[in-house]
């Protein structure tokens, strides 16, 4: 089976392709989304895993987020070839504040927007098209609506969040925490964010969306993420208790992982403390 990852030489990326032994397709490999010339080639694919992606929320750059994320995806899907298998990596943040009814969020929560940034509203409007060119091509595909996924550090890119609490605390940096690091999270390792594409390619299922992250099992603050890595390497963590940073929409976020364990026999086999190990 023939694997490519879009974004493959990312934050994410590095290590999907590591797992599939997938090419990347990136401008790093010197292939371009937006070039005419080098699209064809993931047509000779088996399965594509589609990571590129602008990952800004800022409004004024709204224009280039949306043409990377929703045009740059359309780019993609067009030259899926049919009966291939398609994976899309949307976000939790598609629900925005509609996620704080639930204690655990399912798919069935509201997308209505509720302030949204341009990031998790491309996304959105990206997953149609996911649907769409599915439907009209005739390949199988899945959408991803990731909760925290995090990984190692990789060379020439930006670490998430639980990465840059790892770093802080190792290097005795200076955090500041959101309600004081109240808001709960269930990360995601990128091991079994790869394994949950292998349950795509591998499952009978056609299409799917599905919410992914650690579960309940696995959910943890802010604060609880700090200053368990701070007990994994004997370190203080300095966080700063005066800070005043707004709470985040949802405050609390926790994925309810019940359609993909049913229908993709997936569930997360990295707990958050093995997670956590793994980057320090």
Same mark, same amino acid.
């Given at each position: 089976?023939?694997?490519?990852?879009?974004?493959?030489?990312?934050?994410?990326?590095?290590?999907? %392709?590591?797992?599939?032994?997938?090419?990347?397709?990136?401008?790093?490999?010197?292939?371009?989304?937006f070039?005419?010339?080098?699209l064809p080639?993931?047509?000779?694919?088996?399965?594509?895993i589609?990571?590129?992606?602008?990952?800004?929320?800022?409004?004024?750059?709204?224009?280039?987020?949306?043409?990377t994320? +929703?045009?740059?995806?359309?780019?993609?899907?067009?030259?899926?070839?049919?009966?291939?298998a398609?994976?899309?990596a949307?976000?939790?943040?598609?629900?925005?504040?509609?996620?704080?009814?639930?204690t655990?969020?399912?798919?069935? %929560?509201?997308?209505?927007?509720?302030?949204?940034?341009?990031?998790?509203?491309?996304?959105?409007?990206?997953e149609?098209?996911?649907h769409y060119?599915?439907?009209?091509?005739?390949?199988?595909? %899945?959408v991803?609506?990731?909760?925290t996924?995090?990984?190692?550090?990789s060379?020439?890119?930006?670490?998430?969040?639980?990465?840059?609490?790892?770093?802080s605390?190792?290097r005795?940096?200076?955090?500041?925490?959101?309600?004081?690091?109240?808001?709960?999270r269930?990360?995601?390792?990128?091991?079994d964010?790869?394994?949950? %594409?292998?349950?795509?390619?591998?499952?009978?299922?056609?299409?799917g969306?599905y919410?992914?992250?650690?579960?309940?099992?696995?959910?943890?603050t802010?604060?609880?993420?700090?200053?368990? +890595?701070?007990?994994?390497?004997?370190?203080e963590?300095?966080?700063?208790?005066?800070?005043?940073?707004?709470?985040p929409?949802?405050?609390?976020?926790?994925?309810?992982?019940?359609?993909?364990r049913?229908?993709?026999?997936?569930?997360?086999?990295?707990?958050?403390?093995?997670?956590?190990?793994?980057?320090?």
């Amino acid at each position: 089976m023939r694997v490519l990852v879009t974004g493959g030489s990312g934050y994410l990326g590095t290590h999907v %392709c590591r797992f599939f032994a997938a090419d990347d397709f990136s401008r790093r490999s010197n292939r371009d989304i937006f070039n005419a010339e080098d699209l064809p080639v993931i047509s000779d694919y088996d399965a594509v895993i589609h990571l590129a992606a602008r990952l800004d929320k800022g409004r004024d750059t709204a224009a280039e987020t949306f043409r990377t994320n +929703v045009e740059g995806t359309v780019n993609v899907l067009r030259h899926v070839r049919e009966g291939a298998a398609f994976i899309f990596a949307s976000t939790k943040d598609v629900y925005g504040a509609n996620a704080d009814a639930f204690t655990e969020v399912p798919e069935t %929560c509201p997308t209505d927007y509720r302030g949204q940034s341009p990031l998790e509203w491309s996304k959105l409007v990206a997953e149609h098209y996911v649907h769409y060119y599915a439907a009209e091509r005739n390949f199988r595909a %899945c959408v991803f609506r990731l909760s925290t996924p995090y990984a190692r550090p990789s060379e020439g890119n930006a670490p998430g969040f639980v990465t840059h609490y790892v770093e802080s605390v190792k290097r005795g940096w200076l955090l500041r925490l959101p309600a004081q690091g109240r808001p709960l999270r269930d990360p995601l390792h990128v091991e079994d964010f790869s394994r949950a %594409c292998r349950a795509f390619i591998d499952a009978d299922v056609a299409r799917g969306v599905y919410n992914l992250g650690g579960g309940s099992t696995n959910a943890i603050t802010l604060r609880g993420i700090v200053e368990t +890595v701070g007990r994994l390497i004997e370190v203080e963590p300095v966080i700063d208790e005066e800070a005043r940073i707004p709470s985040p929409a949802p405050f609390d976020y926790v994925s309810d992982i019940t359609r993909a364990r049913a229908e993709l026999g997936w569930e997360p086999q990295v707990g958050v403390e093995e997670g956590l190990r793994s980057l320090v």
